[in-house]
């Protein structure tokens, strides 16, 4: 029987299943040739490092050896991880929505030797309970069919992967001004107008619509939009979804009321929120906005930088088997670290039983009567937590999530004036240029401790990058991030559109049962909606019309989504709303910290901003140089630009209308 061979992987979660007596197998055609061989089924196992019920299954079916003897003699057992294979994981939870009307993780499918899914599920208990079969009955169920009735389960691996693989991206048109005022409509009768957010429970941080609104508001005047981000960014800052102790926010809210958390901590959710945070703050000067955004920011510099300079994952929900114990607080544990304060604190926190058996998790749904108290008994705390066992961190540094974190850090740093941020983000950015890029012009998805993984870039990767590249054009005058971005966008064009569409594997790709194609904006932003934003960000700063063209494309995809379900079209949203106010372009010629500053704050967010010296590369810049040697701002709209100003007020009169 074949070995595990998971302690060879670069993926933490690969890693954390080394020891299971499980024969696990890498995802690749090796896997496959043996179940030929052997003639069995696939069982292929799909998850992530912070994933709780994923650690639940691991321990009750994968660690158990009876368990694990019997699927290795009857199955080729395949572990992935999501993260790491996002192609994998977007079509067989396809598979899996569609065969069973739901999905999650960990994710279960059993495919024929040709890859095909006859069999899909999430999470199987070790034990029947709640109608539920046991993962035990599940398997012995399997090969009793696998046996009698091969014929019926070939059809119906055959029958999913015609019926899903036909499925294709229909252009719907152009979200135009029309489609965006719809949108924000529908988001308004979506809209909890007690707690915030939108839905019911789970609630999930409506990242990628709040940006769109934001931008919706800037050039509408909407009171409505502006309302529903203040409301939900407030609720989700002051409930326990967010870290009130060190920053960062949990995955998602159990409850409608943002009070218990999922507590893993995922880079992507803190970089999209980064970027709204700060967001907000430019627009209303919000002291809650500030803090959030720079504590925020601080959580990724200090828990989720790697040595290498990039940025992990995510954190752990668990620690010694119990989910959020290093968060949560019992009333004779604060009494024990804060003495007198400890009433304050419980009452100001909420510490009232609202997690599982006596703890709570701290809110801050008002702000203190002294600041320096509470930032007195927050560092007590932080003392105290940090005795605890720390959560485990998946240290693998992925693309496109680094991408995000470069953005959102860069305009961060830029707004909030901490070139620290700024300096984090050029480190990250470096290290996917000189790790993950290959000589070939190919992007690798992950690295760990400055190795490159095995699985290529998917478009996502491709195209949240190459936004970060662009946007630090407005923070270096580095002009070799414009030809890294370049690069990677007509790769995109090369690889990624066939047939007049997008899809999120590249055309030299390993070849899976269906190539994978989805424009929705979910956990975070789809990868044609992430190309749109950079295609479009390209023309801006190139003034090439086939970047204008591919952008347009992009947006066509999710055109229909938006107009039905925006809440699932977020940043195709805001990319087209970016559109819809210009776009602009700003060309700061010199070195003027505060004229960049204003430029990125009091634009359209997402406007394309080049900082650079005279006689630089960057056709923006192209023929524009200084005002009576001072540094000078040209504000331009398709590279016709008004005249130039030099100080900063005006430039904000200029991007305001003197507002």
Request: charged share 25%; aromatic share 8%; glycine share 8%.
């Given at each position: 029987m074949t070995a595990n061979e998971l302690g060879s992987s670069t993926s933490p979660y690969l890693r954390q299943h080394a020891g299971n007596p499980v024969a696990w197998k890498q995802w690749g055609e090796a896997a496959f040739a043996e179940a030929r061989e052997r003639d069995v089924p696939v069982f292929l196992s799909v998850g992530y490092s912070a994933c709780h019920w994923c650690h639940v299954m691991a321990h009750e079916s994968f660690e158990d050896a009876a368990t694990a003897a019997y699927l290795n003699e009857h199955f080729v057992n395949v572990k992935v991880d999501r993260e790491e294979r996002p192609d994998v994981d977007a079509i067989y939870m396809e598979a899996t929505v569609a065969m069973t009307g739901r999905g999650g993780w960990p994710m279960s499918?059993?495919?024929t030797p040709a890859g095909e899914p006859f069999f899909c599920g999430t999470y199987f208990p070790a034990d029947a309970r709640h109608g539920m079969a046991s993962f035990r009955q599940v398997l012995e169920s399997l090969i009793d069919a696998w046996r009698t009735k091969r014929e019926q389960i070939a059809g119906i691996g055959q029958s999913v992967v015609e019926q899903l693989g036909a499925r294709q991206q229909v252009a719907g048109g152009a979200i135009d001004a029309a489609v965006l005022e719809r949108a924000a409509a529908v988001l308004k009768v979506d809209f909890d107008p007690v707690d915030a957010g939108f839905g019911q429970a789970p609630k999930f941080p409506p990242s990628m619509v709040l940006d769109f609104l934001l931008r919706h508001h800037r050039r509408t005047g909407s009171v409505d939009a502006l309302a529903m981000v203040e409301a939900s960014c407030e609720r989700m800052a002051r409930g326990g979804m967010y870290d009130q102790l060190a920053g960062g926010f949990a995955r998602y809210s159990v409850d409608a009321q943002w009070i218990v958390p999922h507590f893993e901590k995922m880079l992507y959710d803190n970089a999209l929120l980064l970027d709204v945070y700060t967001h907000w703050w430019?627009?209303?000067g919000s002291p809650l906005a500030q803090r959030v955004a720079t504590e925020t920011a601080d959580f990724l510099l200090a828990e989720l930088l790697t040595p290498e300079g990039g940025f992990a994952s995510a954190l752990d929900a668990d620690t010694?088997?119990?989910?959020g114990r290093y968060y949560v607080w019992a009333p004779d544990e604060l009494r024990d670290v804060l003495g007198d304060d400890a009433a304050w604190v419980i009452e100001l926190c909420d510490v009232t039983g609202t997690f599982e058996q006596g703890t709570s998790v701290l809110q801050l749904r008002r702000d203190p009567d002294s600041a320096e108290r509470w930032e007195r008994v927050k560092r007590?705390?932080?003392?105290?937590?940090?005795?605890r066992t720390y959560p485990g961190r998946d240290d693998k540094v992925v693309a496109a999530w680094n991408g995000l974190a470069i953005t959102a850090l860069t305009r961060a740093g830029i707004v909030l004036d901490r070139p620290e941020y700024v300096d984090a983000a050029v480190r990250a950015a470096t290290l996917i240029r000189d790790v993950h890029l290959d000589s070939s012009g190919r992007l690798h998805r992950t690295s760990r401790d400055g190795v490159v993984g095995s699985a290529h870039g998917v478009l996502e990767d491709y195209a949240a990058y190459a936004q970060a590249c662009l946007t630090l054009l407005a923070a270096t005058s580095d002009d070799s991030w414009l030809?890294?971005?370049k690069a990677l966008l007509d790769r995109v064009l090369e690889q990624f559109v066939a047939d007049g569409a997008f899809f999120d594997t590249a055309g030299d790709a390993e070849k899976l049962a269906w190539r994978p194609q989805d424009a929705t904006d979910n956990a975070s932003?789809?990868?044609?909606?992430?190309?749109?934003?950079?295609?479009?960000?390209?023309?801006?700063?190139?003034?090439?019309?086939?970047?204008e063209e591919a952008a347009d494309l992009?947006?066509?995809?999710?055109?229909?989504?938006?107009?039905?379900?925006?809440?699932?079209a977020g940043r195709a949203l805001a990319v087209a709303e970016a559109r819809q106010a210009g776009p602009l372009e700003i060309a700061i010629v010199g070195a003027d910290k505060e004229l960049t500053r204003v430029a990125v704050q009091h634009a359209p967010w997402g406007t394309a901003v080049v900082r650079g010296e005279p006689g630089s590369d960057v056709p923006l810049l192209a023929g524009r140089g200084l005002v009576d040697g001072r540094a000078a701002a040209y504000v331009c709209q398709k590279f016709t630009c008004k005249l130039p100003v030099?100080?900063?007020?005006?430039?904000?009169?200029?991007?305001?209308?003197?507002r």
């Amino acid at each position: 029987m074949t070995a595990n061979e998971l302690g060879s992987s670069t993926s933490p979660y690969l890693r954390q299943h080394a020891g299971n007596p499980v024969a696990w197998k890498q995802w690749g055609e090796a896997a496959f040739a043996e179940a030929r061989e052997r003639d069995v089924p696939v069982f292929l196992s799909v998850g992530y490092s912070a994933c709780h019920w994923c650690h639940v299954m691991a321990h009750e079916s994968f660690e158990d050896a009876a368990t694990a003897a019997y699927l290795n003699e009857h199955f080729v057992n395949v572990k992935v991880d999501r993260e790491e294979r996002p192609d994998v994981d977007a079509i067989y939870m396809e598979a899996t929505v569609a065969m069973t009307g739901r999905g999650g993780w960990p994710m279960s499918v059993f495919l024929t030797p040709a890859g095909e899914p006859f069999f899909c599920g999430t999470y199987f208990p070790a034990d029947a309970r709640h109608g539920m079969a046991s993962f035990r009955q599940v398997l012995e169920s399997l090969i009793d069919a696998w046996r009698t009735k091969r014929e019926q389960i070939a059809g119906i691996g055959q029958s999913v992967v015609e019926q899903l693989g036909a499925r294709q991206q229909v252009a719907g048109g152009a979200i135009d001004a029309a489609v965006l005022e719809r949108a924000a409509a529908v988001l308004k009768v979506d809209f909890d107008p007690v707690d915030a957010g939108f839905g019911q429970a789970p609630k999930f941080p409506p990242s990628m619509v709040l940006d769109f609104l934001l931008r919706h508001h800037r050039r509408t005047g909407s009171v409505d939009a502006l309302a529903m981000v203040e409301a939900s960014c407030e609720r989700m800052a002051r409930g326990g979804m967010y870290d009130q102790l060190a920053g960062g926010f949990a995955r998602y809210s159990v409850d409608a009321q943002w009070i218990v958390p999922h507590f893993e901590k995922m880079l992507y959710d803190n970089a999209l929120l980064l970027d709204v945070y700060t967001h907000w703050w430019a627009v209303t000067g919000s002291p809650l906005a500030q803090r959030v955004a720079t504590e925020t920011a601080d959580f990724l510099l200090a828990e989720l930088l790697t040595p290498e300079g990039g940025f992990a994952s995510a954190l752990d929900a668990d620690t010694e088997g119990e989910e959020g114990r290093y968060y949560v607080w019992a009333p004779d544990e604060l009494r024990d670290v804060l003495g007198d304060d400890a009433a304050w604190v419980i009452e100001l926190c909420d510490v009232t039983g609202t997690f599982e058996q006596g703890t709570s998790v701290l809110q801050l749904r008002r702000d203190p009567d002294s600041a320096e108290r509470w930032e007195r008994v927050k560092r007590l705390l932080l003392v105290a937590r940090g005795r605890r066992t720390y959560p485990g961190r998946d240290d693998k540094v992925v693309a496109a999530w680094n991408g995000l974190a470069i953005t959102a850090l860069t305009r961060a740093g830029i707004v909030l004036d901490r070139p620290e941020y700024v300096d984090a983000a050029v480190r990250a950015a470096t290290l996917i240029r000189d790790v993950h890029l290959d000589s070939s012009g190919r992007l690798h998805r992950t690295s760990r401790d400055g190795v490159v993984g095995s699985a290529h870039g998917v478009l996502e990767d491709y195209a949240a990058y190459a936004q970060a590249c662009l946007t630090l054009l407005a923070a270096t005058s580095d002009d070799s991030w414009l030809t890294v971005a370049k690069a990677l966008l007509d790769r995109v064009l090369e690889q990624f559109v066939a047939d007049g569409a997008f899809f999120d594997t590249a055309g030299d790709a390993e070849k899976l049962a269906w190539r994978p194609q989805d424009a929705t904006d979910n956990a975070s932003p789809s990868g044609v909606s992430l190309a749109a934003e950079a295609l479009t960000t390209l023309a801006s700063v190139t003034g090439e019309a086939r970047y204008e063209e591919a952008a347009d494309l992009a947006l066509a995809a999710s055109a229909a989504l938006a107009a039905r379900a925006p809440r699932f079209a977020g940043r195709a949203l805001a990319v087209a709303e970016a559109r819809q106010a210009g776009p602009l372009e700003i060309a700061i010629v010199g070195a003027d910290k505060e004229l960049t500053r204003v430029a990125v704050q009091h634009a359209p967010w997402g406007t394309a901003v080049v900082r650079g010296e005279p006689g630089s590369d960057v056709p923006l810049l192209a023929g524009r140089g200084l005002v009576d040697g001072r540094a000078a701002a040209y504000v331009c709209q398709k590279f016709t630009c008004k005249l130039p100003v030099v100080l900063p007020e005006d430039l904000r009169a200029e991007l305001t209308g003197g507002r």
